[in-house]
């Protein structure tokens, strides 16, 4: 039987681990590297970089810090943040990433993903959404949180799948940071009938959230966190224990 | 020594970088005579069947695999090289494959219940009763799979996963093996795969 996966995020500025709370006010943390092999040993079933760095230094010592973890992990390793073009696929795909994760580079260029999905395969081109409810809609930011698009969150999710994203990771702009749970409600409004994996992004606070969410949001097929792993405050492999004991079928090693 | 076949399709750097970790020197063989010095050969693989086999004959690499096997080298396929020891493909038409393991590569849509997502991404149980390949590790541990195809038909299986239906995830036939998951991308239960193929 396919596993529920538990995924650990790391935002990867100047070449180190941060996390921000509803997408301001980063600081650092630890070694990327370093904190990459734990989470592994852990039993986290992926792991995700961010690069949220700007300049073009902070992308090299991103791109070099991937390729050290590259070297030492030997789990699926998706990469996000300054992924604009064609050319930002090739780059992070060299350096021993196995998917790359879109957002604004998707929003504007809307041929990137069939590109991409043409010349590396759907299952290596991953949309991430980040959604927050607007007058009643959900809606689809670009950058981080900051720039509002108008575009309605399921039929963008819609059109990134007909246009071959392999995996959706929906990220509640509205849950972000709180630590109070993950976004049901949007998760089952915008991802309920998604024909490709779900990662649920943006909330989590406790390792009972990761129980209410695989038995509320049956469509979901991994969650994804970043500060409680971090902050050493929820343990992977406690966390699986408990996913396990709650008949939520999860890879414990 | 130990030769990555290396066709251009797919990353490498992370199979390679695994097998380091398990203290086994890999070089990249582009060539025929890149094979044929090694004592065993990995064929990697990502993306369409058809491309890859069509990459492999142009550079010779399809005849010398060939050759090597039946000389009794071991060889591991893995995910879409696995797929390319099989007879025959119907991914897009129907291609040739290099018919070192008997059966076929069909799609996982003709044999799991809907409802079930494609492409199966993912960890799943890897389920077998023994074989060398397998012999760090228990019938049960999860490894890492990404793939729409699956081999059909196949006398030669030695391991499978669950899927809605029982998947082909590893075949065997005497020197020539395939995993249909990644192994280097496995955590520490691919790490001991590829060790005992390193041992054979």
Redesign the interface.
């Known amino acids: 039987m396919l596993k529920k996966r538990i995924i650990a995020c790391l935002d990867v500025r100047d070449g180190k681990v941060t996390k921000g709370v509803n997408f301001v006010g980063n600081k650092d943390i630890a070694d990327p590297v370093e904190l990459a092999e734990y989470y592994s040993d852990c039993g986290a079933d992926e792991l995700v970089f961010y690069d949220i760095t700007a300049s073009s230094d902070g992308r090299k010592l991103f791109t070099d810090v991937l390729t050290k973890v590259a070297s030492k992990v030997f789990i699926p390793l998706t990469v996000g943040g300054g992924i604009n073009s064609f050319e930002d696929f090739d780059r992070v795909l060299k350096c021993g990433a196995d998917k790359v994760s879109v957002n604004s580079g998707a929003i504007a260029d809307r041929t990137l993903i069939r590109k991409a999905a043409k010349r590396y395969g759907s299952q290596c081109v991953v949309i991430s959404a980040d959604v927050k409810r607007h007058k009643g809609e959900y809606r689809v930011y670009g950058r981080g949180g900051r720039d509002y698009t108008g575009i309605d969150a399921v039929e963008w999710i819609k059109y990134c799948v007909d246009e071959g994203a392999g995996e959706i990771v929906l990220n509640s702009i509205d849950t972000d940071g709180v630590r109070n749970g993950f976004d049901i409600e949007m998760l089952n409004d915008v991802c309920g009938t998604a024909k490709v994996p779900v990662i649920a992004s943006g909330g989590a606070g406790s390792a009972e959230d990761f129980v209410e969410l695989f038995k509320s949001v049956p469509n979901a097929d991994a969650g994804l966190a970043a500060s409680i792993f971090h902050y050493r405050e929820v343990a992977i492999h406690e966390l699986k224990k408990l996913l396990d004991k709650n008949g939520i079928p999860v890879r414990i090693c | 020594m130990l030769a990555i076949v290396d066709y251009g399709v797919g990353?490498l750097?992370?199979l390679r970088?695994?097998l380091?970790?398990i203290g086994a020197e890999a070089v990249m063989a582009d060539t025929p005579e890149g094979l044929n010095e090694a004592d065993r050969i990995i064929l990697p693989g990502?993306?369409a069947f058809a491309d890859a086999a069509e990459r492999l004959k142009k550079s010779g690499l399809f005849d010398a695999i060939l050759k090597e096997a039946a000389a009794g080298k071991p060889i591991l396929g893995i995910c879409l090289g696995m797929q390319l020891l099989m007879e025959k493909s119907y991914e897009f038409g129907e291609h040739g494959g290099l018919g070192l393991i008997k059966g076929s590569v069909r799609p996982i849509s003709d044999v799991i219940p809907e409802g079930f997502?494609?492409?199966?991404?993912?960890?799943?149980?890897l389920k077998f009763e023994g074989h060398p390949l397998f012999k760090y590790i228990k019938s049960g541990?999860?490894v890492?799979f990404?793939h729409s195809y699956y081999a059909a038909g196949s006398p030669s299986v030695i391991a499978v996963t669950?899927?809605g239906a029982e998947l082909t995830a590893s075949v065997a036939d005497k020197n020539v093996m395939g995993c249909q998951f990644h192994p280097?991308?496995?955590?520490?239960?691919?790490?001991n795969i590829l060790k005992s193929f390193c041992e054979m």
Do not use: Q, R
């Open positions: 990353n750097f992370s970088s695994s380091s970790a990502v993306g997502k494609i492409p199966h991404i993912g960890w799943n149980e541990e999860c890492y990404v669950d899927y280097e991308k496995s955590g520490k239960t691919g790490l």
